[in-house]
């Protein structure tokens, strides 16, 4: 499972809307089992296809409990992933991005989505998430569809050496 080069912007791949995956394939397996990989080595909690410059609609997002820091982390890979937005309230988060290295913005998000689309078989999955885990899924779909977070800041910044980390997605 190598890890694959995390493409940056300008990379017109980061500008491009995904196609849909119809085959899953030996090939589609080998991209998510590296695309695994290429986050928790990054490290990132989030990482979509277009990142590592194939155009599917392939996410990857591994994240732990907000409230329970001592939770596992859940691995969830969903394909063709379609973003319900169910809830009014928004809130404003700091994001950073592996695709865009050396800034940060503050980023307004739904605080809670559905996400509907397919596991790594092509089996249903419907997942629902709230808060870091929302914004996460907002974040890799955006990529898929051709959007990186500095579309959407409100504020973008070069964070000071000792400005807090922030996870990249
Ligand atoms: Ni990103």
Redesign the pocket.
């Known amino acids: 499972m190598p890890v694959r080069t995390i493409v940056t912007l300008p990379d017109p791949v980061l500008r491009r809307k995904a196609r849909p995956v119809t085959s899953f394939d030996g090939n589609l397996q080998t991209l998510i089992d590296d695309m695994i990989e290429t986050m928790r080595a990054a490290p ?1 909690v ?3 296809a277009s ?1 590592v410059g194939v155009s599917e609609r392939v996410i990857v997002v591994e994240y732990g409990d907000e409230e329970d820091e001592e939770a596992p982390k859940k691995l969830y890979v969903v394909i063709n992933p379609e973003l319900k937005v169910t809830s009014d309230e928004t809130e404003i988060g700091v ?6 290295p050396g800034l940060l913005g503050e980023v307004e998000r739904a605080l809670a989505v559905k996400v509907k689309g397919q596991n790594r078989h092509g089996q249903p999955v419907k997942i629902k998430a709230q808060g870091w885990l929302a914004r996460i899924f907002q ?2 779909i ?2 898929l569809n051709g959007v ?2 500095t579309d959407r800041a409100t504020k973008v910044w070069k964070p000071e050496p000792e400005e807090p980390l922030v996870d ?2």
């Open positions: 990132g989030g990482l979509a990142q994001e950073g991005c592996l695709s865009v974040h890799e955006d990529h990186v977070f990249n997605v």
